[in-house]
């Protein structure tokens, strides 16, 4: 194949492809239905009313209501949870979380207000507490039997009455 | 015949307004267009109700997202973007879109052959119809940039993002188009 054939290949080529341009870019255009503008304009504002945005509900409405008092409730809980933690504290035998100024009492007495301060703290100190205990054990231990365990009161044979005077148990817990 | 609107202004202002909730602007867009997509979609379909049917759709579509419309840009684009698209989608709910590689499997898509110079002949014979017909018979995508191009005028670049596809793959789909075209031509007068 010769340059001459080639350059004459690619303009027959040109050619075939411009002329199909030209016939497209020449396609007639055909009338549309008349009433197409009316029909458009139609579905158109159908859509359009179809998404008006709706009036903003009350936030409280309908069946939230209902969730209002249940919310109310679990927030009261919650709120109160600090105090009631507080409340138990004293179970377990911690100091009240009062301040000591409001422990200081604040009395009538006789027309004159008077303000008392404990002398004392409203703190039992260690060592009373292990005086207690110790003359405790020395009351309990002096009423036993030595080295005679607790359980030999009560599977002995002498019949007693439970909450009476002579009842073991009584006499354990001291009173 | 319509054509696009000279005044760009008036184009825009008609958006605008639109876009603030005046149908009379748009039903002005309406007017001004709806011939071309009716056009556009009869052309990609060779069918009137099918066109009838779709340029509502598009119209109801260009009306819904007009906000998303860059009016540095041309509008003619952009609807003829939304229409295409909206004919394609068409044609994939009813499985008429078949892809390139299936058909050269299946021998149904050969490349056309070097043929003597036929240009002449193509003026002289081809009627309305007749191109219709045989660009009906084209893969709907080669059809789509076939008359974007050389009916609408678009750019490759304005194609391209018409058909979310390369400009590459644009110039090869033409350079196919045409070459399809020529190859049914040669089929249509063989067989006459």
């Given at each position: 194949?010769?340059?001459?054939?080639?350059?004459?290949?690619?303009?027959?080529?040109?050619?075939?492809?411009?002329?199909?341009?030209?016939?497209?870019?020449?396609?007639?255009?055909?009338?549309?239905?008349?009433?197409?503008?009316?029909?458009?304009?139609?579905?158109?504002?159908?859509?359009?009313?179809?998404?008006?945005?709706?009036?903003?509900?009350?936030?409280?409405?309908?069946?939230?209501?209902?969730?209002?008092?249940?919310?109310?409730?679990?927030?009261?809980?919650?709120?109160?949870?600090?105090?009631?933690?507080?409340?138990?504290?004293?179970?377990?035998?911690?100091?009240?979380?009062?301040?000591?100024?409001?422990?200081?009492?604040?009395?009538?007495?006789?027309?004159?207000?008077?303000?008392?301060?404990?002398?004392?703290?409203?703190?039992?100190?260690?060592?009373?507490?292990?005086?207690?205990?110790?003359?405790?054990?020395?009351?309990?231990?002096?009423?036993?039997?030595?080295?005679?365990?607790?359980?030999?009161?009560i599977d002995s044979d002498e019949p007693f009455l439970y909450g009476e005077s002579d009842d073991p148990l009584r006499s354990l817990v001291g009173f | 015949m319509t054509t696009p609107l000279k005044d760009k202004n008036k184009e825009i202002d008609w958006i605008i307004n639109t876009l603030k909730g005046d149908h009379k602007a748009f039903q002005y867009l309406v007017e001004q267009y709806s011939r071309l997509v009716y056009n556009h979609i009869y052309r990609m379909?060779?069918?009137?109700?099918?066109?009838?049917?779709?340029?509502?759709?598009?119209?109801?579509?260009?009306?819904?997202?007009?906000?998303?419309?860059?009016?540095?840009?041309?509008?003619?684009?952009?609807?003829?973007?939304?229409?295409?698209?909206?004919?394609?989608?068409?044609?994939?709910?009813?499985?008429?879109?078949?892809?390139?590689?299936?058909?050269?499997?299946?021998?149904?898509?050969?490349?056309?052959?070097?043929?003597?110079?036929?240009?002449?002949?193509?003026?002289?014979?081809?009627?309305?119809?007749?191109?219709?017909?045989?660009?009906?018979?084209?893969?709907?995508?080669?059809?789509?940039?076939?008359?974007?191009?050389?009916?609408?005028?678009?750019?490759?670049?304005?194609?391209?993002?018409?058909?979310?596809?390369?400009?590459?793959?644009?110039?090869?789909?033409?350079?196919?188009?045409?070459?399809?075209?020529?190859?049914?031509?040669?089929?249509?007068?063989?067989?006459?």
């Amino acid at each position: 194949m010769t340059i001459h054939d080639d350059e004459n290949d690619k303009k027959n080529e040109k050619n075939k492809e411009n002329a199909w341009a030209q016939s497209i870019a020449k396609l007639e255009d055909i009338d549309p239905p008349s009433d197409l503008t009316q029909r458009i304009m139609s579905r158109i504002k159908a859509k359009a009313t179809e998404e008006t945005p709706k009036a903003k509900e009350p936030l409280f409405s309908g069946g939230f209501k209902a969730f209002i008092p249940i919310a109310a409730s679990v927030v009261l809980i919650i709120m109160a949870l600090p105090f009631l933690f507080d409340g138990l504290d004293g179970f377990n035998n911690k100091a009240p979380s009062v301040s000591p100024e409001v422990q200081n009492q604040t009395t009538y007495s006789g027309g004159t207000v008077a303000t008392q301060t404990p002398e004392t703290s409203p703190y039992v100190a260690q060592d009373e507490l292990d005086t207690f205990f110790k003359t405790w054990d020395e009351e309990l231990s002096a009423d036993e039997p030595d080295n005679e365990p607790l359980i030999a009161y009560i599977d002995s044979d002498e019949p007693f009455l439970y909450g009476e005077s002579d009842d073991p148990l009584r006499s354990l817990v001291g009173f | 015949m319509t054509t696009p609107l000279k005044d760009k202004n008036k184009e825009i202002d008609w958006i605008i307004n639109t876009l603030k909730g005046d149908h009379k602007a748009f039903q002005y867009l309406v007017e001004q267009y709806s011939r071309l997509v009716y056009n556009h979609i009869y052309r990609m379909s060779n069918s009137p109700d099918l066109a009838d049917e779709l340029t509502q759709e598009v119209f109801v579509k260009i009306y819904q997202k007009l906000n998303t419309f860059d009016q540095t840009k041309p509008f003619k684009p952009w609807l003829l973007r939304i229409a295409s698209n909206t004919t394609l989608s068409a044609f994939r709910k009813q499985n008429k879109i078949v892809s390139l590689d299936a058909l050269k499997e299946s021998g149904q898509w050969k490349e056309s052959d070097p043929s003597p110079d036929t240009s002449d002949l193509i003026e002289a014979q081809l009627s309305n119809e007749a191109l219709l017909k045989m660009m009906n018979a084209l893969d709907i995508r080669y059809r789509t940039v076939l008359l974007l191009r050389y009916k609408e005028e678009l750019s490759y670049d304005e194609i391209s993002e018409t058909m979310n596809t390369p400009i590459n793959t644009i110039r090869t789909w033409l350079k196919r188009g045409k070459d399809a075209l020529q190859k049914e031509f040669t089929k249509q007068n063989k067989g006459s």
